[in-house]
Nanobody, 120 residues
Framework: QVQLVESGGGLVQAGGSLRLSCAASGSRFSFDTMAWYRQAPGKQRELVADVSRGDIKNYVDSVRGRFTISSDHAKNTVYLQMNSLKREDTAVYYC??????????????WGQGTHVTVSS
């Protein structure tokens, strides 16, 4: 049973920083792309950033230059450094990995989410 566990969320003032972490357990292989999604109240879940095994990184425009994703694919861990936080960054942040591996076929793993609240 693969589990992704996020940590590092919390309450922070606008302009502050948080670092999210996600660690996976139970996997017998290294993940391909690892990502962070978020879902704000009343909105759809959106991709915030992802990183490939080859360290290619993508960011949604609203966080580019403020957030940095990093990973250790050998350990199936991913991080999200969030700087210059804004109120609109308030959301539940989810760790995710999707891909294909001969041991399991297509996979799509999600964490339980960690709350980030940015106050003014």
């Amino acid at each position: 049973q693969v589990q992704l566990v996020e940590s590092g969320g919390g309450l922070v003032q606008a302009g502050g920083s948080l670092r999210l972490s996600c660690a996976a357990s139970g996997s017998r292989f290294s993940f391909d792309t690892m990502a962070w999604y978020r879902q704000a109240p009343g909105k759809q879940r959106e991709l915030v950033a992802d990183v490939s095994r080859g360290d290619i990184k993508n960011y949604v425009d609203s966080v580019r230059g403020r957030f940095t994703i990093s990973s250790d694919h050998a350990k199936n861990t991913v991080y999200l450094q969030m700087n210059s936080l804004k109120r609109e960054d308030t959301a539940v942040y989810y760790c995710n990995s999707q891909g294909w591996h001969p041991l399991v076929g297509d996979y799509d793993y999600w964490g339980q989410g960690t709350h980030v609240t940015v106050s003014s």
